[in-house]
Structure formats: structure tokens, C-alpha cells
């Protein structure tokens, strides 16, 4: 699996910014994803997500697998 997250963050008025992480395969189609928000404490976890593919990947950086599954909450 390849994991990534959002370069640049999305505001969340009132709750500050908000992360997008993907967990992928390798022909990069999107197996789970959430949504974190640090400041307010909240994870959304998307584990069959609308989103099958990465439409645009360069908008993407890499993250560790621990990461990911420490928000998932199997880590």
C-alpha cells in the first residue's frame, strides 16, 4: 500500500485545518481515505470512500504508513 496526504491543508472555520489522507493501492486507487482536523480533535474515516482513483496526485505528499493507521486507529 501507498499512503499520502494533502500538501496544502483546507480551512474548517472554527475548527481550523483540515488534512486528507489516502491509503492506496499501487495502480494508486483509493482503498480508504479520512478527513483529520488536529486542532478540534476529529477524524472522519471514509473506509469505502466515493473517491476510487487519485485524480491529481501531484497535489499529494507522501506519509508514513504509521501515520495513517495511527489515525485509522489501528496502529
Not at 481550523?16 to 483509493?30: I, Q, R, S, T
Not at 478527513?35 to 470512500?49: D, G, L, Q, R, S
Request: proline share 8%; hydrophobic share 40%.
Amino acid at each position: 500500500m501507498k499512503y499520502f496526504k494533502t500538501i496544502q491543508p483546507q480551512m474548517v472555520p472554527g475548527k481550523g485545518f483540515a488534512w486528507m489522507l489516502y491509503e492506496c493501492d499501487d495502480n494508486l486507487k483509493v482503498v480508504r481515505m479520512l478527513n483529520h482536523i488536529p486542532e478540534a480533535a476529529e477524524t472522519a474515516k471514509y473506509p469505502n470512500p466515493v473517491v476510487k482513483r487519485l485524480m491529481q496526485p501531484e497535489k499529494l505528499e507522501a506519509c508514513e504508513e504509521k501515520m495513517f493507521l495511527d489515525l485509522w486507529g489501528t496502529g
